[in-house]
T-cell receptor
Framework: DTAVSQTPKYLVTQMGNDKSIKCEQN?????MYWYKQDSKKFLKIMFS???????INETVPNRFSPKSPDKAHLNLHINSLELGDSAVYFC????????????FGSGTRLTVV | AQRVTQPEKLLSVFKGAPVELKCNYS??????LFWYVQYSRQRLQLLLR??SRESIKGFTADLNKGETSFHLKKPFAQEEDSAMYYC??????????????FGRGTQLTVWP
């Protein structure tokens, strides 16, 4: 069973559209994250939720809105997509305090044309 | 502030040669340090945690608090080791508990 699963794996869309990426974890972890990996492979945290509560919100345009219906899910909705949003978006989960590190999803490659 | 520094963006070695991927961190407390590996177009996978002191796929890493380093080493590189390697740090207290700070990554290429 996949521990952290993201859908879709690939997403190609036009500028100005609104799209969502879904993430689910079955590890029982209490914290989930969204990371953006740019074309230079730099990983930048975007958001973090702990038990459905937003705890990290980095400098991200407010076109990006995370939603956590329960602690096993963290979705990312993006409004008015721009060319610069093209990247690979990784979801991850962890158990705070356990220091086992993160378990990552396989990533969603978003291409805005 | 840059908390994790990986000074080499690219590193190339020949198969069978030793390899060392450098990682330095800035934190005065007791950090937890990790190495993650990302093979081409795949997810990031945890390679090592410093607290477990284990060797995975022949890789080891020692935390040197005096030099604030956590370099990743392997005595004999293999072609399948070619990947992107990220060093990451987690604090042990406070509001950032559990958050991982990643370095910019080092792309390792092992030539045949």
């Amino acid at each position: 069973d996949t521990a952290v699963s993201q859908t879709p794996k690939y997403l190609v869309t036009q500028m100005g559209n609104d799209k969502s990426i879904k993430c689910e974890q079955n590890l029982g972890h209490d914290t989930m994250y969204w990371y953006k990996q740019d074309s230079k492979k730099f990983l930048k945290i975007m958001f973090s939720y702990n038990n459905k509560e937003l705890i990290i919100n980095e400098t991200v345009p407010n076109r990006f809105s995370p939603k956590s219906p329960d602690k096993a899910h963290l979705n990312l909705h993006i409004n008015s997509l721009e060319l610069g949003d093209s990247a690979v978006y990784f979801c991850a989960s962890s158990q705070v305090g356990a220091n086992y590190g993160y378990t990552f999803g396989s990533g969603t490659r978003l291409t805005v044309v | 502030a840059q908390r994790v520094t990986q000074p080499e963006k690219l590193l190339s070695v020949f198969k069978g040669a030793p390899v060392e991927l450098k990682c330095n961190y800035s934190y005065s407390g007791s950090p937890e340090l990790f190495w993650y590996v990302q093979y081409s177009r795949q997810r990031l996978q945890l390679l090592l945690r410093h607290i477990s002191r284990e060797s995975i796929k022949g890789f080891t890493a020692d935390l040197n608090k005096g030099e604030t380093s956590f370099h990743l080493k392997k005595p004999f590189a293999q072609e399948e080791d070619s990947a992107m390697y990220y060093c990451a740090l987690s604090f042990d207290r406070g509001s950032t508990l559990g958050r991982l700070y990643f370095g910019r990554g080092t792309q390792l290429t092992v030539w045949p």
